[in-house]
């Protein structure tokens, strides 16, 4: 398996515009997480799917983000609008039980608001 | 509620020598405790997971941790340090209670030649 596939690796894009960053995560896993990783606040995750159906979007920031998952090999984040303050590099994750087990990271998108 | 606590965000090691990483968690039911590692531009990747099966967990080269209930602490140990080991690590915990995974807020490691 080529492991948890992100795409882009980098994306650079204007204030208010709109962002779609995509997640094919390892064939057989069941979990998906999408994580940001800023200096400030560290890694934090924005929402986690089991069998396709969000289980926790706690920390998803606000309206302007949301996510689907609309199968077990492909998900999405999307941005809208988005802001200066989304910059950031955004992680997608798969694991096969759930957060108790290991969690196999994608190489991330790293965003630039400008 | 789960957290998670690592002191020192930066820790310096000459090359060969020990290797000690602080993690200190807190949670109201036995815990899973993992520490990952991240190298530059990339992904995190598992080190080693505790499950309550073995107190010293054995993790990818050559680390190890050791689940302390009395202390709530699983550091992060390695007997020689290597150029390679450079990176930031992040000791993480979860449960059944909650299922959500907390990770602390990491600390970079450098070793000088």
């Known amino acids: 398996d080529a492991g948890v596939i992100q795409s882009p690796r980098h994306e650079v894009t204007e204030m208010g515009q709109e962002v779609t960053l995509r997640c094919k995560p390892i064939?057989?896993?069941?979990?998906l997480f999408w994580y940001r990783q800023t200096m400030m606040r560290g890694l934090e995750l924005l929402i986690y799917f089991n069998n396709n159906v969000p289980i926790d979007d706690s920390g998803m920031p606000e309206d302007r983000f949301s996510a689907k998952m609309p199968n077990a090999s492909f998900s999405t984040l999307k941005i809208q609008p988005s802001e200066p303050r989304d910059s950031a590099v955004y992680f997608c994750?798969?694991?096969?039980?759930?957060?108790?087990?290991?969690?196999?990271f994608g190489q991330g998108t790293r965003l630039t608001v400008v | 509620a789960q957290s998670v606590t690592q002191l020192g965000s930066h820790v310096s090691v000459s090359e060969g020598a020990l290797v000690l990483l602080r993690c200190n968690y807190s949670?109201?039911?036995?815990?899973?405790l993992f520490w990952y590692v991240q190298y530059p531009n990339q992904g995190l990747q598992l080190l080693l997971k505790y499950t309550s099966a073995a107190t010293l967990v054995k993790g990818i080269n050559d680390f190890e941790a050791e689940f302390k209930k009395s202390e709530t602490s699983f550091h992060l140990t390695k007997p020689s340090a290597h150029m390679s080991d450079a990176a930031e690590y992040f000791c993480?915990?979860?449960?059944?209670?909650?299922?959500?995974?907390?990770f602390g807020p990491g600390t970079s490691l450098s070793v000088i030649p």
């Open positions: 064939s057989g896993h069941n979990s």
């Open positions: 993480a915990v979860s449960d059944y209670a909650v299922d959500k995974v907390i």
């Open positions: 949670s109201s039911v036995p815990p899973y």
């Open positions: 994750a798969s694991s096969w039980g759930g957060s108790n087990t290991e969690a196999f």
